[in-house]
Nanobody, 120 residues
């Protein structure tokens, strides 16, 4: 199983980025999937998830109203649209997949991260 995250980069505050998590070895529509992030010196933080059924999305309090998670079954990819970015969004973003109905804090699979840096 591989979860390959991409789309990170350097952006000014107020800008947008779209992260993509391309899965191989598993079918995203059969897993709960989502994103975590970790900034230097800080604990891992839940960002967003989409349930196994695709019917429920959840967001961390700090990103609600600004980030949107989606998945494309045909491309077997999970996306994270990030708008109105703030310097405090700076972190390495990881995608994850879980066999459970909803993404847990200890997912079965976690991919390599992609760096997001927001300048003020």
């Amino acid at each position: 199983v591989q979860l390959q995250a991409s789309g990170g980069g350097l952006v000014q505050a107020g800008g947008s980025l779209r992260l993509a998590c391309a899965a191989s070895g598993l079918t995203v529509s059969r897993y709960a999937t989502g994103w975590f992030r970790q900034a230097p010196g800080k604990e891992r933080e839940f960002v967003a998830s989409i349930s196994k059924s695709g019917g429920t999305t959840s967001y961390g309090d700090s990103v609600k109203g600004r980030f949107t998670i989606s998945r494309d079954s045909a491309e077997n990819t999970v996306y994270l649209q990030m708008n109105s970015l703030k310097p405090e969004d700076t972190a390495v973003y990881y995608c994850a997949a879980d066999r459970t109905l909803f993404l847990s804090m200890q997912p079965d699979y976690r991919g390599q991260g992609t760096q997001v840096t927001v300048s003020s």
